[in-house]
């Protein structure tokens, strides 16, 4: 039987940290303590609280048409965001996701939008799977000093 960390069984549960320790306090989840008093959840007690569909949990609010709680994935660039536009036209939709002080743009189905329910001000997980990526620098504006002009000055020899 393997027992898994709070922080290890929110994540396959599809909750937050602090969502699963209030459902342990309040008795809704069985634990068992160790001998420094953190809280460990066994493998069974994790397939009892999704088999049962716990109202709170997303993986309980996910249509009946799904096929199941995706609880590993194989791509590595992984950027946490707020959903701060949602455009929907036909069969596709503009999703701007901010990170940071970066957007991020991606066009997804617009049924994905629905499945997902998406909205602005939500917390999304954008997934990056490419095979290229491009990277630029900016030239420097007409009348701006350059930005590596101080190195250049320093290293010249100065005429007379």
């Known amino acids: 039987m393997a027992l898994l960390t ?23 989840v069985r634990t068992t303590t160790t001998a420094g008093g953190h ?3 066994a493998d069974a007690e994790i397939e009892r609280l999704i ?16 096929t199941g ?15 701060e536009e949602v455009r929907v036209d036909g069969l596709l939709a503009q999703v701007r996701l901010r990170i940071g002080d970066q957007i991020l743009t991606a066009v997804i189905t617009g049924d994905a939008v629905q499945e997902l329910k998406l909205r602005r001000g939500d917390e999304a997980l954008a997934i990056i799977k490419s095979t290229e ?7 420097p504006m007409t ?13 010249a020899p100065k005429r007379r």
């Not at 049962?52 to 249509?63: E, F, H, Q």
């Not at 990526?133 to 030239?139: D, L, N, T």
């Open 133 to 139: 990526v491009m990277i630029a620098r900016e030239a």
């Open 39 to 41: 809280h460990r959840i």
């Open 69 to 83: 709680l995706i609880v590993a994935l194989s791509g590595r660039n992984r950027l946490r965001g707020f959903v």
């Open 6 to 28: 709070v922080r290890a069984a929110a994540q396959r549960l599809g909750v937050g940290y602090s969502t699963l320790k209030q459902w342990i306090y309040s008795g809704t």
């Open 51 to 66: 088999a049962r569909g716990n109202p709170s949990s997303p993986a309980a609010k996910r249509k009946a048409g799904s």
């Open 143 to 155: 009348g701006q000093p350059r930005a590596n002009a101080h190195r250049r000055a320093a290293v």
